[in-house]
């Protein structure tokens, strides 16, 4: 049952470090109507940025800032948040998403429309849902995927980084997909209270994609809606990569295939990921391409860590990938 002060929507932003994008959000999502009358609210959960900036002395109405003592990642904020929100629906939504005047108009009309088809007796049952990205340029950005295989992981060790965990296009029409991105991500509050939230044990990537394939199995819908569209300005697969943040990204695929996945499958991915790090080595070691020797050194070590069950899991990711890429400089 939702509190007396219960809102339609809350808008849950995650921030580590990202203000001025943050800022940009609020500036625009506190003068909206829904806001304003009280059917929204926003958010902001900082993962312990470096810098924090104070906050107005006459706070944005219908806004909430809370603080975290630790970066838990990006799971551990989202829970935060989502334990704080009073809405039916959460929508997640990364800083460096560019949000319109009308965005939450369009938002709102898209649930009321969920509700009515769902009330008039459709069998969907729609827990989670989607939409259209763009790059800045205007061009099409993935945002829906397959759930991750062993064939396709096999497939992404040769597709560019654009290419990879996503559907490259995108249904044309409202409907059924395994995942979509959690850049902006549209979920009930009651399949976030079913689920217990995200799995924190990601510290980032993949947890979007894991909390979809829980509520499949639990018998709710994921689906995409074309109809509303938004820029997402600096997507991992469009931007430069540190080591750290690709061996986080590694983590969190075989973490993704060990909980949710048969133990075959789990070999086989370990020793692909394994056999990936090798090869960049030795490329590495030829002085070829941008391989990272100490980063695909540390990768090794991670699969023998998941080998061993010793893999690090939550905050204990970001420590461990700190050190594992310094012993090899």
């Keep these: 049952m939702n509190p007396p002060d219960s809102k339609r929507l809350s808008i849950v932003v995650v921030n580590y470090d990202t203000w001025a994008d943050v800022h940009a959000q609020i500036q625009v999502l506190s003068r909206s109507a829904e806001i304003r009358d009280g059917r929204a609210e926003l958010i902001v959960v900082d993962n312990d940025s470096p810098t924090k900036p ?3 002395d006459e706070p944005f ?4 800032r809370i603080d975290r003592e630790e970066n838990g990642g990006f799971g551990a904020g989202v ?6 929100s009073r809405g039916e629906w959460i929508l997640l939504l990364n800083p460096d998403v560019v949000v319109s005047d009308d965005l939450l108009n369009h938002v709102l009309a898209l649930l009321d429309e969920i509700d009515r088809k769902h009330e008039a007796g459709s069998s ?8 259209a990205l763009t790059n800045p340029d205007g061009s099409r950005q993935p945002s829906v995927g397959a759930f991750p295989s062993v064939g396709r992981g096999f497939l992404e060790l040769f597709l560019p980084r654009s290419r990879r965990r996503y559907q490259i296009v995108s249904p044309q029409k409202f409907g059924p997909v395994d995942w979509v991105t959690g850049a902006f991500f549209l979920v009930r509050s009651e399949v976030m209270a079913e689920l217990g939230g995200f799995d924190e044990d990601y510290f980032l990537y993949f947890e979007e994609t894991d909390f979809c394939l829980r509520a499949k199995r639990a018998g709710w819908a994921t689906c995409f809606d074309p109809t509303i569209t938004v820029c997402h300005q600096k997507p991992l697969q469009n931007r430069n990569v540190s080591p750290k943040i690709r061996l986080l990204t590694r983590h969190s695929r075989l973490l993704y295939f060990r909980k949710n996945t048969s133990p075959g499958q789990f070999r086989i991915m370990m020793s692909l990921v394994h056999a990936e790090a090798w090869l960049r080595c030795q490329f590495a070691r030829l002085g070829f391409g941008q391989s990272n020797f100490g980063m695909w050194k540390a990768v090794q070590d991670l699969v023998r ?8 899991q939550g905050i204990a990711v970001l420590d461990w990938a700190e050190r594992a890429i310094a012993q090899w400089h």
């Design 54 to 56: 104070e906050w107005p």
């Design 305 to 312: 860590t998941f080998r061993e069950h010793e893999e690090p």
């Design 79 to 84: 829970n935060t948040g989502w334990r704080q």
């Design 61 to 64: 109405p219908g806004v909430i």
């Design 124 to 131: 969907l049952r729609v827990g989670i849902v989607g939409v």
